[in-house]
């Protein structure tokens, strides 16, 4: 299992250069002058050079990548180009609010999800198949905006069961904060349960075809027995998979939702910087959640090894 | 040697299996033909019932129905009647089928490889039979599993039982099959070519065990099967299955002796025989293909590879002649498909030579290679895989000679010959691969590597994905051809039976080695390696003389 | 009838890798989705005839106006038609969830053959594939429209380069296990050349899978242009398309949730219609790739 755990471990290596390679080529090459770009039509000669300064767009590429490599090791992400602070206490601040929603909306997702796609299987071909795979392709069809702006009107305006926007840090007030996180949460899971209880379906349905479960079945076991303590288990890797490389769109759908529901995350930090065109938060959160998805998709692999005895010796 | 049936008489034991008139169609298409049209059988205690047919002929629904884990949705149980215990199994809902499973009827099935949750402990899998079915304490359980493995003959049962599927053999899974059915004593086993996924030595030992623990408990058991060796070997009765009907049923003796059925004769003589054929003479002239010290290892390069260099193939001599047919004969793993692959250069050998045509072509790149293409041409096992599904059989046939620079029309007249040749009507030109049986797609693969004109046919089990009546047509059609155009055909096969009655010499393979070369009558008849008596000793049936209906006017030594 | 390969052999193999498996009828979902959706088309191209105002035009004294007959859908903050901008607001979705599948596909087909084919690149093109698959492709795209400017170029770029890796991935999987086909080592021994293989034997395999991978990289485009709009980092906010008509409306959502609605509505039906497609394309064409579906 040591030897496994090593290879997964150095295999994010090569990935992790290639995202930081991107990221700094990103600017670097981009055609044309990125600082007159960002500074916006009307700038003045002083500004520009400011941000060339900011930057670090004046030496040669090895030499910025090199100087920004070293920066980078320390933790150093650059300063704004709007408020001049630096941008790793920028994100330091904001990043709660989004980690708290994020873990909400996972254990969410989870929990509806996969029952969702074993009854979809199970009952493969009937109504409650139906249901579950149309909720699925809705799911993946309806933007996050449109969900959250949905759930606003309906339980906030209409109904008046939840509070608009806002958000209140769990340390603070737990009730409260479940009270407005619920609709920022369920909006970012729709996609993400869409996703998940489709691609449990679909490897539910594989594994119920094998041979093994044949066996199960000639056993005489229960059918709870089947579905769970065989099919399910045989299931999980697909399935754990693919709540790693949907965490891309959970990642996409917290800028959104963060920004609809008017929480101070690092999301809204993207959004505000977006239209401020502050180009190194731009940047650092690129690496950020990069480096997020790389890791949370490690820990999975590294799951595997308690799942698949196979995956063990 | 002579032939021992078992000769065992049961019409005093209880029956405990009553089939009548079973009908199986497909689920909510009631006018659609019927999958299974009427089939009825009786096994009585201690009684081993062989059902034989081939693919299609509905053995295998019939087992399922028996369990009650026919495909839901698709095939369904339409009529007639299945007895057990004073019950009609077909009446009973699912928690009462589910509490006679592995309690009084219990199954085992072909694929050992798949048939075990990949992710659980081997004991576990059974013990939980024990916990499904008995209220017996975790404690017990354990003690009557181990107790159970050691009955299979499971070596170090402590470790085995904590094992996964994967640590274990082919061999030894099926006898974790056979614990899990047989831990509660069924009154039925129901084993569906429990031996067709294994070697025939492991075969051999499979069936014996099965055997064993069906005299010390008195189960019945259903037997499901192709082969017919195997029949001669197990069964007390025989029930001969087509398109869903049983043609003929009878003690095995009376059947193999004395067939009525047209269509059993047809089955019985399509058993090719040990015997090896007349030989034929040596022909003159220079060796087609000689290989000298072929050597191929997998995973010998990289710093980072993780699994130890694997020798699929080592000192491998031998030369073939035109007109003559070689087999390479071996069990799964001795690398006889290894060797083709690299004659045909299909996978680079790691050392060694291969001369074809004057030319050592074993480390030629390529594009150097491409001239001696036309020289060796190889036939698959997978007639269903082996032709591009989106191109006509046209296409398909003028694909090499186009290659060699011969135009369109000539190529589709030579293709025209040629599926004439290998007796398939003409118009299958504009045809896709989908349109034909098995069988006719192994022609059409014959066909295609004729095409180029070689002087060697590789055979790489060519004949062992099709039912024993194609598969003797298609042995008929090699021979023909080889008359005809003079060939040198290069057998790869695990079948003996096959070997015995297409080669010329047969070599036997054995983790990578040649371990026995000589003449197919020498090899058969007077093996002189241990490995290859062990071979021969495991053949199913090997005393009987299937298409003559008697036993083998030569007996072995 | 000559069976010698004619110049419709090309459309004959079309045919054949879209005809194969099955002779599935259109089901009644696939049938309405077909349908609203070439309604959407319709009216996005024939937007300027059919929009009962210019979308652009400005009047100060219609501001956030209910429905009238004069404005069936009422009126925005700058009192512009609601109809007429949802109308022409289809537009430049359509034709970015095309362009950026053809595009994503195209460059991906291309990789990925590469890679499945040829052992040596695969190993350098998959880890860069795995690298950019690791940002988060809204990141991706955010970032180019920062450095390039609102145009719709930039706009198409940054939404197809994150797609580019899946295609590689799918087609490089379709490859690698064509090539084990006996028919593709049959061809080997036949001498055929490395790019007929590759073209003839293998590429073809590739086309189903494709089609379908396509329609839903499509629908995902179209999502992601109004994702990017709503954010501010799409195509210019003069532009009417739904991301820039829902967070022009955002502000009036409380007083005027229509805003929101009506754009939201008809981009939800949009790539709601184009991923039944996509999944009536992938349950026709061959059930084994559900496996690849996602």
Known sequence: MTGYFIRRVLAIVPVMAIVVVCVFLLLRLTPGDPAAILAGDTATAEQLERIRQSLGLADSLPVQFARWLGLLAQGDFGTSLISGSPVTGMIAQRIWPTLNIAILTLILTIAIAVPLGVIAAWRHRTWADYAVMSFSVLGFSVPVFVIGYTFILVFSLELRWLPVQGYVAPTQDFGQFIVRAILPCLALATVF???????????????????????????????????????????????????????????????????????????????????????????????????????INLLIDLSYAFIDPRIRY | MTVQFKNRSFTDAEVVLDVRDLTVGFAGHPDAATVLGGVSLRIRAGETACVVGESGSGKSVTSLSIMGLLPKGSLEATGGGIGFEGRNLLDLGPSAIRALRAHKISMIFQEPMTALNPLMRVGEQIEEVLEAHTALPARDRRTRVLDMLAQVHLPDIERIYLSYPHQLSGGQRQRIMIAMALILEPRLLIADEPTTALDVTTQKQILGLIDELQQRHGTAVLFITHDMGVVADIADTVHVMKHGRIVENGAIETVLRQPRDA??????????????????????????????????????????????????????????????????????????????????????PSSGKIRIAGTDIATLPPRALKPYRKHVQIVFQDPFRSLNPRWTIARSLIEGPVN?????????????????????????????????????????????????????????????????????????????????????????????????????????????????????????????????????????????????????????? | ???????????????????????????????????????????????????????????????????????????????????????????ISLVIGVSVAVASIGIGLAIGL?????????????????????????????????????????????????????????????????????YVEAAIALGSSMPKILFQHLMPNTLAPLIVQGTYVCASAILTEAILSFLGAGVASEIPTWGNIIAQGRSYFQIKPTLILWPGLMLSLCVLSVNLLGDAARDRLDPRLRKRGE
């Open chain 3, 114 to 182: 590469v890679a499945g084919f040829f052992r040596r690149a695969d190993a350098i093109v998959m880890r860069i594939m795995d690298g950019l698959m690791a940002i988060p492709s809204i990141m991706i795209a955010i970032a180019l429209v920062a450095l390039n400017g609102p145009s719709l170029w930039s706009v198409m770029a940054a939404i197809a380069i994150p797609e580019v890796p899946r295609v590689v991935r799918l087609v490089r999987s379709v490859v690698l296990s064509a090539r084990e086909e006996p």
């Open chain 2, 404 to 557: 060699l620079g011969i135009d369109r029309n000539t190529a589709l007249a030579r293709a025209t010959e040629l599926l004439a040749m290998v007796g398939m009507p003409e118009d299958t030109l504009e045809r896709f691969p989908h349109q034909f049986s098995g069988g006719q797609r192994q022609r059409i693969a014959i066909a295609r590597a004729l095409a180029m004109e070689p002087s060697l046919l590789v055979a790489d089990e060519a004949v062992s994905g099709l039912d024993v009546s194609v598969q003797a047509q298609v042995l008929a059609l090699l021979s023909d051809l080889q008359a005809k155009l003079g060939i040198a055909i290069l057998f790869i096969t695990h079948d003996l039976r096959v070997a015995a009655q297409v080669c010329d010499e047969v070599m036997v393979m054995q983790k990578g080695r040649i371990v026995e070369h000589d003449t197919a009558a020498n090899v058969l008849l007077r093996p002189q390696h241990d490995y290859t008596r062990a071979l021969i000793g495991a053949a199913p049936g090997r005393g009987w003389d299937f298409a003559n209906f008697r036993e083998l006017a030569q007996a072995s030594p």
């Open chain 3, 1 to 91: 009838m000559a069976a010698a390969p004619k110049p419709e052999a090309g459309l004959q193999w079309l045919l054949n890798a879209i005809t194969l498996p099955r002779h599935a009828r259109l089901g009644i979902g696939p049938t309405i989705a077909l349908a609203v959706l070439v309604l959407i088309i319709l009216s996005a191209v024939f937007a300027p005839l059919i929009a009962p105002h210019d979308p652009l035009l400005m009047d100060a004294t219609q501001r956030l106006k209910g429905p009238s007959s004069l404005h069936p859908l009422g009126t925005d903050s700058y009192g512009r038609d609601i109809l007429s901008r949802v109308i022409t607001g289809g537009r």
């Open chain 1, 193 to 295: 349960i869409a996703l998940i209880a489709r691609m449990t379906r679909t490897s539910m349905l594989e594994v119920l075809g094998e041979d093994f479960i044949r066996t199960a079945r000639a056993k005489g076991i229960k059918e709870s027995w089947v579905l769970f303590r065989h099919a399910l288990r045989n299931a999980a890797v697909p399935i754990l998979t693919i709540i790693g490389t949907g965490f891309a769109l959970l990642i996409g759908g917290a800028v959104v939702t963060e920004s609809v529901f008017n929480i101070p995350g690092i999301g809204r930090l993207t959004v505000d910087a977006i239209l401020a065109r502050d180009y190194p938060v731009i940047q650092a959160m690129t690496l950020l959640t990069s480096g997020i998805y790389v890791l």
């Open chain 2, 263 to 348: 269509y059993t004769k047809q089955l019985l003589r399509a058993v090719p025989s040990l015997t090896p054929r007349t030989p034929r003479d040596t022909q003159e002239g220079e060796a087609i293909l000689t290989v000298q010290g072929l050597q191929k290892v997998y995973g010998e390069a990289g710093i980072f590879s993780r699994s130890r260099p694997h020798v699929a193939a080592q000192e491998v001599d031998f030369t073939v002649h035109p007109g003559r047919t070689v087999g390479i004969v071996g069990e799964s793993g001795s690398g006889k498909s290894t060797v083709a692959r690299c004659i045909v250069r299909l996978i680079d």
